[in-house]
C-alpha cells in the first residue's frame, strides 16, 4: 500500500507542478467562464428567463442558471486537457513505460485522473470567487457541499477524457476529436437551457440531452451549491464515471497496444 500511495503522490505532484508551471493554462480556464457569465448572460438575460425550477425557491436571473454549468465547463475542458497531455506522454514513451510498472493499470490511471480532478476543482472555486463579486450570491454551505460534486463530476469527466485519449495514437488528431465531443456534450445538455425549456422547441433535443451524462454532472453540482442532493443525478454520474474508467482501463492495456503496432 505504501507504494500504491507513493505513486500516486508522485503522479499528482506532477500534475500540479506543471499546471503551476502554466499559467496560461489557469487563465484560460478562468477567463472563458467569465466571457459567458459576463457577456452571453448578459445578452440573453432579458430573452431567457427563468422560472422557479429546483432547487432554486424563486425566480432566478439567467447568470445564476448557468452558473453550474459553467463549473462544469471548467471540468470538461480540464479533464480532456488532462487527457491531451496522456497522449504526449505515449508519444514520448513515459506513459507506455508507466503503464508497464509493477503496479496495477487501473491504480495509475486513477491516480492520473485524481491529480487532474484536484487542478479542475481548485480552478472551480477560484471561478466561483470571481462569480461572486459580480454579484451572484450563493449560500454559504454551497461553497463546501459542492465539493464532493465536484469531485464526482470531475472524475466522471476525466475518465471519459481518458477513453477518448486511449484511442488517438497521434497528437495531431487529438484537437479535432475535442471539438466534435466537448461543444455537442456542452450545448447538448441543461447548462445553458432547462430542459423543459428545450422540449418546447426540440422534444428530441431534450430526450438527446436528458441522455447525455454532462447533463447529470451539471445538475449534481447545481443542487449541491444549494446544500440539496440530486440522487438521479448521483446515480447516473456514478454509473457512468465506472462505464468509462473500465474502457479506458481496458484501451490502455499495453499489451493490446503492443498489437496493433504491430498490425496484428
Same mark, same amino acid.
Given at each position: 500500500?505504501r507504494?500504491?500511495?507513493?505513486?500516486?503522490?508522485?503522479?499528482?505532484?506532477?500534475?500540479?507542478?506543471? =499546471?503551476?508551471?502554466?499559467r496560461?493554462?489557469?487563465?484560460?480556464?478562468?477567463?472563458?467562464?467569465?466571457?459567458?457569465?459576463?457577456? +452571453?448572460?448578459a445578452?440573453? %438575460?432579458?430573452?431567457?428567463g427563468?422560472?422557479?425550477? /429546483? /432547487?432554486?425557491?424563486?425566480?432566478?436571473?439567467?447568470?445564476?442558471?448557468?452558473?453550474?454549468?459553467? $463549473?462544469?465547463m471548467? &471540468?470538461? =475542458?480540464?479533464?480532456? &486537457?488532462?487527457?491531451?497531455?496522456?497522449?504526449y506522454?505515449?508519444?514520448m514513451?513515459?506513459?507506455?513505460?508507466?503503464?508497464t510498472?509493477?503496479?496495477?493499470?487501473?491504480w495509475l490511471?486513477?491516480?492520473?485522473?485524481?491529480?487532474?480532478?484536484? !487542478?479542475?476543482? !481548485? &480552478?472551480?472555486m !477560484?471561478?466561483?470567487?470571481?462569480?461572486?463579486?459580480? @454579484?451572484?450570491?450563493?449560500?454559504?454551505?454551497?461553497?463546501?457541499?459542492v465539493?464532493?460534486?465536484?469531485?464526482?463530476?470531475g472524475?466522471?469527466?476525466?475518465?471519459?477524457?481518458?477513453?477518448?485519449s486511449?484511442t488517438?495514437? &497521434?497528437?495531431e488528431n487529438?484537437?479535432?476529436?475535442?471539438?466534435?465531443?466537448?461543444? /455537442?456534450? +456542452?450545448?447538448?445538455?441543461?447548462?445553458?437551457?432547462?430542459?423543459?425549456?428545450?422540449?418546447?422547441?426540440?422534444p428530441?433535443?431534450?430526450?438527446? $440531452?436528458?441522455?447525455? /451524462?454532462?447533463?447529470?454532472?451539471? #445538475?449534481?453540482?447545481?443542487?449541491?451549491?444549494?446544500?440539496?442532493?440530486?440522487? #438521479?443525478?448521483?446515480a447516473?454520474?456514478?454509473? $457512468?464515471?465506472? !462505464?468509462?474508467?473500465l474502457?479506458?482501463?481496458?484501451?490502455?492495456?499495453?499489451? %493490446?497496444?503492443?498489437?496493433?503496432?504491430? @498490425?496484428?
Amino acid at each position: 500500500m505504501r507504494a500504491w500511495l507513493t505513486a500516486m503522490l508522485a503522479i499528482i505532484t506532477r500534475e500540479n507542478l506543471r =499546471f503551476v508551471r502554466q499559467r496560461g493554462r489557469f487563465l484560460a480556464a478562468l477567463v472563458r467562464p467569465l466571457v459567458w457569465l459576463i457577456v +452571453f448572460a448578459a445578452g440573453f %438575460r432579458a430573452a431567457l428567463g427563468v422560472s422557479i425550477i /429546483p /432547487p432554486y425557491q424563486t425566480y432566478i436571473t439567467y447568470e445564476v442558471y448557468i452558473l453550474p454549468g459553467l $463549473c462544469g465547463m471548467i &471540468q470538461l =475542458f480540464n479533464g480532456m &486537457q488532462s487527457s491531451l497531455s496522456l497522449v504526449y506522454d505515449q508519444e514520448m514513451g513515459s506513459m507506455r513505460l508507466l503503464l508497464t510498472s509493477p503496479l496495477p493499470r487501473w491504480w495509475l490511471l486513477f491516480s492520473k485522473l485524481l491529480a487532474g480532478v484536484i !487542478v479542475s476543482i !481548485v &480552478q472551480v472555486m !477560484v471561478f466561483l470567487g470571481l462569480a461572486a463579486l459580480t @454579484g451572484i450570491d450563493l449560500p454559504l454551505l454551497g461553497y463546501v457541499a459542492v465539493l464532493p460534486a465536484l469531485l464526482l463530476s470531475g472524475l466522471m469527466l476525466g475518465a471519459f477524457g481518458l477513453l477518448i485519449s486511449s484511442t488517438i495514437r &497521434q497528437l495531431e488528431n487529438f484537437a479535432g476529436v475535442m471539438n466534435f465531443v466537448i461543444f /455537442p456534450m +456542452f450545448f447538448l445538455s441543461s447548462a445553458l437551457y432547462p430542459l423543459w425549456k428545450m422540449a418546447e422547441s426540440s422534444p428530441l433535443l431534450r430526450d438527446i $440531452c436528458a441522455y447525455n /451524462p454532462f447533463t447529470y454532472a451539471v #445538475e449534481l453540482i447545481r443542487f449541491a451549491l444549494y446544500g440539496q442532493l440530486n440522487l #438521479e443525478a448521483l446515480a447516473w454520474v456514478s454509473a $457512468c464515471f465506472v !462505464v468509462f474508467m473500465l474502457a479506458a482501463v481496458w484501451g490502455y492495456d499495453p499489451a %493490446r497496444a503492443m498489437l496493433r503496432a504491430r @498490425g496484428r
